[in-house]
């Protein structure tokens, strides 16, 4: 069980791989292999949506198809989405059945949950950063363990808001008042 990817947590900036996220709960990328037990969108700078990872959404299944081929697959995702035709309805409705020559790997999705604060990934340019978490781009299939996305929200629930963020200086007066150690110039 130590191999079980539990968040995977990529970038998503294309509009329509967005609208397929939101109004499909689907996720689509190139052919991989895996099945983490939840999703969690990067939305990038690019995406014209807040930045950050704002939803997480349970992974119900994964299938590697071709677009045209997914209806043989209909037995598949309503196992998947526990006979819930609604859902299945709405995963075909986010899948193009054009004319693609590539596979592409499907992962059918829970309702997102809503997080009430974005994560974002870890800045600077120290040695190590983002370890365990993500920082700049983010690799193809990076996953995170639960413990981690969950101590990141907990994080971003206690950090100030960007507009009423004090300076380094007087944060750090701040820290040195209840820590009883000199502050630093």
């Known amino acids: 069980?130590?191999?079980?990817?539990?968040?995977?947590?990529?970038?998503?900036?294309?509009p329509s791989e967005i609208k397929r996220y939101?109004?499909?709960?689907?996720?689509r990328r190139d052919?991989?292999?895996?099945?983490p037990l939840y999703f969690a969108p990067y939305f990038t700078r690019a995406a014209s949506q807040p930045e950050g990872i704002t939803y997480l959404s349970k992974v119900l299944g994964v299938l590697t198809v071709l677009p045209q081929d997914i209806a043989n697959f209909e037995d598949e995702l309503l196992l998947y989405a526990n006979n819930d035709s609604g859902l299945v309805k709405k995963w075909l409705a986010g899948i193009d059945t054009g004319t693609s020559k590539e596979s592409s790997t499907y992962y059918f999705l829970a309702d997102p949950v809503q997080l009430s604060k974005p994560l974002l990934k870890d800045g600077g340019r120290k040695k190590g950063r983002g370890k365990g978490w993500i920082a700049a781009m983010i690799p193809k299939n990076r996953c995170v363990t639960f413990e981690e996305f969950t101590r990141r929200i907990m994080m971003a629930n206690t950090r100030p808001e960007v507009d009423s963020m004090p300076s380094s200086?007087?944060?750090s007066r701040h820290q040195a008042m209840n820590s009883n150690l000199p502050e630093s110039e």
Do not use: A, H, P
Request: hydrophobic share 30%; proline share 0%.
């Open 1 to 14: 069980m130590r191999d079980q990817k539990e968040v995977l947590v990529q970038d998503l900036s294309k």
């Open 22 to 27: 939101k109004n499909n709960n689907i996720y």
């Open 31 to 35: 052919m991989t292999f895996g099945t």
């Open 169 to 171: 200086r007087s944060l």
